[in-house]
Nanobody, 124 residues
Framework: QVQLVESGGGSVQAGDSLRLSCAASGRTFSVYAMGWFRQAPGKERELVARISWSGSSTYYADSVKGRFTISRDNAKNTMYLQMNSLKPEDTAVYYC?????????????????WGQGTQVTVSS
């Protein structure tokens, strides 16, 4: 079992920045990669960014490239999402997820464990 807890969400104005954190505990040695997903009202959950737990390979959705940065501190079992130049369309509940099996990790069904989510609201 892996437990994930997100924090750092809030309400900001367009152009502002936020940093989300995801603390992992439990059987963290089994984690292959971790990702950030988001879900806006009436929309499907989508992958925002992903990072492998070894090798530091990363992936970003086109909509956030150049604005968001994913990182991790393996010693602290913590993943971060630095969000800069926020836009109203970034408004969503953001979820931390852990991928156990080897794979590209582009779809939500590839992730075994999920956090509770943290709300990010960006006003124009």
């Amino acid at each position: 079992q892996v437990q994930l807890v997100e924090s750092g969400g809030g309400s900001v104005q367009a152009g502002d920045s936020l940093r989300l954190s995801c603390a992992a505990s439990g059987r963290t040695f089994s984690v292959y990669a971790m990702g950030w997903f988001r879900q806006a009202p009436g929309k499907e959950r989508e992958l925002v960014a992903r990072i492998s737990w070894s090798g530091s390979s990363t992936y970003y959705a086109d909509s956030v490239k150049g604005r968001f940065t994913i990182s991790r501190d393996n010693a602290k079992n913590t993943m971060y999402l630095q969000m800069n130049s926020l836009k109203p369309e970034d408004t969503a509940v953001y979820y931390c997820a852990a991928q156990i099996r080897v794979g590209a990790g582009r779809r939500e069904y590839e992730y075994e464990y999920w956090g509770q989510g943290t709300q990010v609201t960006v006003s124009s």
